[in-house]
């Protein structure tokens, strides 16, 4: 039962990924993406990772997503007449790149010895979440919390209202 | 709930390619940066489905740590935009081309 | 006299010469000009203090020893002997005459420091050629008088083709040191010294093919110095130097530089009768060659210079029929006379308004003073050979030497001999009747000649007129003083009796008067200049330039220009550069990457991932293949 809901969701996952990455208008292309990420998420709980899968959707779907469409609106990106691009002749090129990319990397994936071992039952409390996070990874907790300092900081200098003429 | 280690990891894999292509394929800032965090999602699903095929908790640890890098990196990514915004008032990426030779 | 005195001969010309190159300039003209000729005067006291030295054995002076390597002992060593004591003194004596000429000559020339040193310098040369007791030396002296004639010859550089006169001097000379060089050092390797005494006394040791060879180099060499075929080309066209410069170069001194130098040989060549009979040939060829073209031209100088070409084939002559004193004799005549005639044609050419051209003179006898004809004549009737003069007595021993040698080949010879004399007179006589006979008829204003340039005429005139005595035939009562000075070194006797020489005086004498009455005919009253083929052909010498430019400066300057533009510039030039090309035309494609767009570099990206995966693959379906 679980398993044919996993394959499922990795269905949905796909099927909305390539609606995001097909839709002209951007706020069209974050909401697909944002319902992909709550196919993502329960995926993410079915593979033993509640945490994980809360945070998927706070963070991710919650916070950066809502990100992007702030700076979307902000700006009126949409809904912007792109103009027309050059066509298919640029596309083919790419579309085959990216077919091929596909291709290789299922293929790869698959044949490895690893691939066809079963994942078990598994399920990690967030307990147990906690005491691996704040124990073996205390240091590197710290390390990114500068980063989002810096990130705040550079963030802030970047959107700085421009002098008359030029740049900062 | 048994599903083989290879099928997720070509869930993640696929989805990591269709990002990818995302990013080539799009003209606009923005949707290379949404082509850009489905391949950072692409990443934490792999490294979810390892934690749970090893039964330990560190992939799952460093998802977490994942998500924390990309909301900054986005912040600092959206603060570009807006300030490329600003400069030109387009976001086509081919537009900023100053750096040719 | 200490010997090593000696060297004071030809120091002092080569001590004035470089006081003045360095000081000349500076210092008043008339310091410059007195030292140029006391430097040569100096000389002519000094040899003839040394005179008496010279008989017998000679005197050897050393200086230095100049080289010393393994078995080469060279030192820098004059010979003062009996062959080179009357050319030393003709040299230092005549030298110093020219230049007093000179003085008056160059008054208005304001390089003049240049021309003094040089003329001094040339005379250093010279001495070292005829003072010469090795090889070393005489090289020496050889390369100097090419390079003094080369710069004096083109002293008024400004004017192209007198630089171009002087280059081609230069150069056909120089293709003759070629072969006087390879024979120096073939001698040194058979006989391992330079010495000339000491070659010579080795002569009979060397194998008769060697000898053939030797004598064929040295002969070579000196046909360059003498301008005789095939290196006569620029004798002609030397006459472009101030006429001082060919009274002393081309009259007395450089062009008798070869007849000297196989003089000095005379012992290691005439063991070869080939060589001594290809000696005589080439003189012979070169007399008549010269006498005919002289026929033809229209310049005063060139006339006199292809006379000189003519004289000195007389000279060859003289040395293969094996008469060195014949040859000495005459050289010392033709010194003098020649030179009388350079310096008066000199004059001559001042009258005529610095007109070369005889044919836009005449009448000068009259518009200039009265001497000058009769110093131009003295001279003309010696070369001419008119009886009982020193020309006379000097070319009649010449052809008596031919007559009477018991090979019959020389019976050819004395006969283009006789023939020579003829268009000598000929010649001669076409040339005073020309400048100094009849109606002036030339446009210019006559220059006033100075005192310089009047007075050293006459001791030559009569040194010319007079010269015979210096070698007087027995036959008719002389005492043959030459010959009995140079001994030994005087060459084969020559063996002719009586009736023999009385009928050859006569010959002589019938085709003096014989030119001398075609000339007057054709040439008393005035006709202008014939202007046909043969004139022209004549004209030209023979065409010998255009044949030298056909078959030597043609291809040279084709290969030259295979070398620059084919070589150097098409294949060097054009790899290199085409290296530059191709390098700038890669970087070029290359920098189309550089797009500058975010869209592309990540497309690159994504390539390179495709690749990378690829080679996985590969390895995949590889290691899948055995295990």
């Given amino acids: 039962m679980a398993t044919m809901i996993f394959y499922i969701l990795g269905f949905i996952l796909l099927a909305a990924t ?31 990772a509640p945490l994980v899968a809360a945070w998927e959707v706070i963070v991710y779907a919650g916070a950066i997503m809502v990100l992007f469409l702030f700076i979307i609106m902000m700006l009126g990106l949409a809904p912007q007449e792109v103009p027309p691009g050059p066509g298919w002749q640029r596309w083919l090129p790419l579309a085959l790149l990216s077919a091929s990319l596909m291709i290789c990397t299922l293929l790869l994936v698959l044949q490895d010895p690893a691939a066809g071992q079963e994942i078990g039952d598994f399920y990690l409390a967030p307990q147990a979440l906690g005491e691996a996070l704040f124990g073996r990874y205390a240091l590197a907790v710290e390390i990114v919390s500068f980063q989002l300092l810096f990130a705040t900081i550079g963030a802030f200098l970047l959107g700085r209202p421009l002098p008359k003429g030029e740049g900062p | 709930m048994t599903i083989p280690f290879g099928h997720a990891l070509a869930f993640a894999g696929a989805l990591f390619v269709l990002g990818l292509s995302c990013v080539l394929i799009r003209r606009q800032i923005m949707m290379i940066l949404i082509g850009v965090e489905i391949m950072l999602n692409a990443a934490s699903l792999a490294f979810v489905a390892a934690s749970a095929y090893w039964r330990q908790p560190d992939g799952q640890v460093f998802v977490l740590l994942l998500m924390a890098i990309t909301a900054a990196e986005v912040a600092v990514a959206l603060a570009m935009v807006v300030y490329l915004w600003r400069r030109k008032r387009t976001l086509v990426a081919d537009e900023f081309n100053g750096m040719h030779g | 006299m200490n010997e090593s005195l000696l060297f004071l001969i030809p120091l002092l010309p080569l001590l004035c010469a470089v006081l003045n190159m360095f000081f000349g300039m500076r210092l008043p003209r008339l310091f410059a000009e007195t030292m140029a000729v006391t430097g040569v005067a100096g000389a002519f006291v000094l040899t003839l203090l040394f005179w008496g030295q010279g008989g017998g054995e000679g005197t050897r002076a050393v200086l230095f020893s100049w080289l010393s390597s393994g078995s080469l002992e060279v030192s820098f060593a004059l010979n003062f002997d009996r062959l080179a004591a009357p050319m030393t003194l003709m040299v230092t004596g005549v030298a110093t005459l020219i230049h007093l000429y000179a003085v008056g000559y160059m008054h208005g020339e304001d390089d003049y420091a240049r021309f003094y040193s040089l003329l001094n310098l040339f005379v250093f040369a010279m001495l070292m050629i005829v003072l010469a007791d090795n090889l070393l030396v005489l090289f020496l002296g050889w390369e100097g008088v090419g390079l003094c004639s080369y710069g004096l010859i083109g002293f008024w550089y400004r004017k192209l083709e007198n630089a171009k006169a002087g280059t081609k001097a230069f150069l056909v000379t120089r293709v003759g040191d070629v072969f006087l060089g390879i024979a120096l050092l073939w001698l040194f390797t058979l006989t391992g010294t330079l010495s000339i005494s000491a070659i010579n006394a080795q002569a009979a040791t060397i194998s008769p ?88 031209q229209r310049e005063i100088k060139r006339v006199l210079a292809y006379s000189t070409m003519s004289q000195v084939g007389y000279m060859f002559m003289a040395v293969g029929a094996g008469t060195v004193a014949g040859a000495m004799f005459h050289l010392l005549t033709h010194a003098f006379f020649k030179a009388v005639l350079f310096m008066a044609a000199g004059c001559v050419i001042h009258l005529a308004d610095n007109e070369n051209d005889i044919f836009k003179m005449g009448g000068l006898a009259r518009r200039g003073p009265p001497e000058l004809f009769w110093v131009f004549l003295a001279g003309a009737v010696c070369l001419a050979g008119l009886p009982l003069t020193g020309g006379f007595f000097s070319k009649d021993g010449i052809l008596l030497a031919l007559f009477s040698h018991p090979d019959p080949v020389y019976r050819v010879f004395w006969l283009i001999g006789v023939v020579t ?105 005035y006709r202008p200049p014939l202007d046909n083929a043969v004139s022209r052909f004549l004209l030209s010498g023979w065409r010998a330039d255009a044949l030298v430019d056909c ?77």
């Fill in chain 1, 18 to 48: 390539l609606m995001c990455i097909t839709r002209r208008n951007p706020v069209h292309a974050v909401v697909y993406l944002v319902a992909g990420f709550f196919a993502l998420a329960l995926m993410f709980y079915l593979l033993g």
């Fill in chain 3, 209 to 296: 093919g060697v000898v053939i060879a030797l004598s064929l180099l040295l002969l070579l060499g000196a046909c360059g110095k003498s301008a005789q075929l095939p290196l006569m080309t620029w004798l002609a066209d030397a006459m472009a130097g101030p006429t001082p410069v060919s009274a002393l170069i081309h009259a007395a001194t450089m062009v008798t530089a070869g007849v000297y130098l196989l003089c000095r040989f005379f012992p290691l060549v005439s063991l070869s009768a080939v060589a001594m009979t290809a000696i005589t040939a080439i003189g012979a060829l070169t007399a008549i060659y010269a006498a005919t073209c002289a026929m033809a």
């Fill in chain 3, 421 to 525: 004399a003829l268009l000598t007179a000929f010649y001669t006589f076409r040339l005073v009747y020309l400048v100094f006979a009849g109606e002036y008829r030339g446009a210019g204003h006559p220059h006033a000649i100075p005192l310089l340039m009047r007075w050293p005429l006459w001791p030559l005139a009569l040194l010319g007129l007079g010269g015979g005595l210096l070698n007087l035939p027995a036959f008719v009562g002389g005492g043959e003083a030459l010959h009995h000075w140079y001994g030994t070194l005087a060459g084969l006797e020559v063996d002719a009796s009586q009736e023999v020489e009385w009928m050859l005086v006569g010959l002589a004498a019938a085709l003096t008067g014989g030119g001398w009455f075609a000339a007057r005919w054709r040439y008393r009253s």
């Fill in chain 3, 551 to 627: 078959l030597f400066v043609r291809p040279f300057a084709a290969m030259a220009r295979f070398c620059s533009t084919g070589c150097d510039r098409t294949l060097f030039d054009g790899t290199i550069n085409g290296l530059g090309r191709l390098a700038t035309s890669w970087s070029n494609l290359l920098v189309l990457l550089t797009t500058g767009r975010l869209t592309s570099y990540l497309s690159a990206f994504a390539w390179g991932f495709l690749v990378l995966l690829g080679w996985f693959l590969l390895k995949l379906v590889n290691g899948g293949g055995h295990g």
